[in-house]
């Protein structure tokens, strides 16, 4: 029997959806890094459903590459969900993510990798003059980061940068429900005196679109309403979502007793409650789903098999079959997406 392959030390992780014009490029970038750090390293692109020429510009650069691995979504389940894939397939002792449309930096790695001292479990980057519009996403998300510090305690006031590295001992099997990736690290339960903030450089999009628009802004302020209790650990669970449920109902009863009397300021304010519970219910049940089901399902994982005791597989690149390091990661991640 062939040994194992030896874990590397650093995992990069890079979920992309139709982003067949930026994968080459920061491939490229990434792999000249993380062979300047001096570490043994793997490059994880997770492949989140794209329907452009993403996937075989990724199976292209697999065919050359043993230290990059692609791992191969059965559908598109969304960002939260195409990282926790990366997280259950990479191997490193420290994994770093970082988005897939080229926004991120990579040459801001090794300022990532050096503030993560023993001290610290994670850190994150904090985009300088944002390349984006002020009104419809710097903004929103200015107001959005400070109400997540201010609900969870946890230091880091631009969750929204992609650009994170994490001790592997703080991943565990992390499930997010779509969306939840927008409040790492807090969601981890990561203490604030253990995490860390570095500036970090926001680029021009590579090519193609952004794949967000105005509208995620009400849905991050729905589900910040959920998030005091989905940071404790243990997480609320259905009971809790049982109880925000009821009390959505009850509210909104009154709010319509309410009206009768035409009291209007008291059925704005039970009308409010009714709303607020009821987003805290919607959201404390997904994440108990999540964790129960998981949110993923994983077609396949590529790379090449530098071994050549593995010759007699035929092309040398796995396809169903992931390696024996993560098969069981795969395997174990064949889940429905919430």
Not at 168 to 176: A, H, I, N, S
Not at 179 to 189: E, S, T, V
Not at 257 to 266: D, Q, R, W
Request: glycine letters at 8%; hydrophobic letters at 45%.
């Amino acid at each position: 029997m062939p040994s194992a392959e030896p874990r590397p030390a650093l995992s990069i992780v890079v979920p992309v959806y139709n982003e067949a014009g930026n994968v080459e490029p920061l491939y490229e970038e990434l792999a000249t890094v993380a062979r300047a750090t001096g570490r043994s390293y793997e490059i994880v692109f997770v492949n989140d459903g794209s329907s452009d020429a993403t996937l075989a510009r990724l199976e292209a650069i697999v065919a050359r590459d043993p230290a990059f691995r692609v791992v191969d979504l059965d559908g598109n389940f969304g960002e939260a969900s195409a990282l926790c894939a990366g997280f259950a397939a990479a191997r490193g002792d420290v994994v770093v993510t970082l988005d897939g449309d080229g926004q991120n930096d990579p040459a801001d790695i090794p300022t990532l990798l050096e503030r993560l001292r023993p001290d610290v479990d994670v850190v994150s980057g904090r985009r300088h003059h944002r390349e984006e519009n002020f009104t419809t996403r710097v903004l929103p998300s200015w107001v959005a980061n400070r109400m997540i510090v201010l609900v969870t305690g946890v230091p880091v006031y631009d969750c929204g940068c992609g650009l994170k590295a994490y001790r592997r001992e703080v991943l565990g099997d992390v499930q997010l429900p779509r969306g939840f990736n927008r409040f790492l690290p807090a969601i981890l339960g990561v203490p604030g005196s253990r995490t860390a903030e570095i500036t970090t450089r926001d680029r021009p999009r590579g090519s193609g679109q952004t794949h967000y628009g105005l509208s995620r802004v009400a849905i991050v302020f729905r589900d910040l309403m959920a998030l005091p209790l989905l940071v404790r650990r243990p997480p609320a669970g259905r009971a809790a979502a049982r109880i925000a449920g009821i009390t959505s109902l009850v509210l909104a009863a009154l709010a319509v007793v309410a009206a009768t009397s035409l009291h209007i300021g008291l059925v704005l304010l039970l009308a409010l409650g009714a709303g607020v519970a009821a987003a805290i219910r919607y959201n404390v049940d997904r994440f108990a789903r999540a964790r129960e089901h998981g949110v993923f399902r994983v077609r396949r994982v590529l790379h090449v098999v530098p071994n050549t005791d593995h010759r007699h597989r035929g092309s040398g690149i796995l396809g169903e079959e992931p390696p024996a390091d993560v098969r069981q990661a795969a395997d174990g991640s064949r889940h429905r997406a919430l």
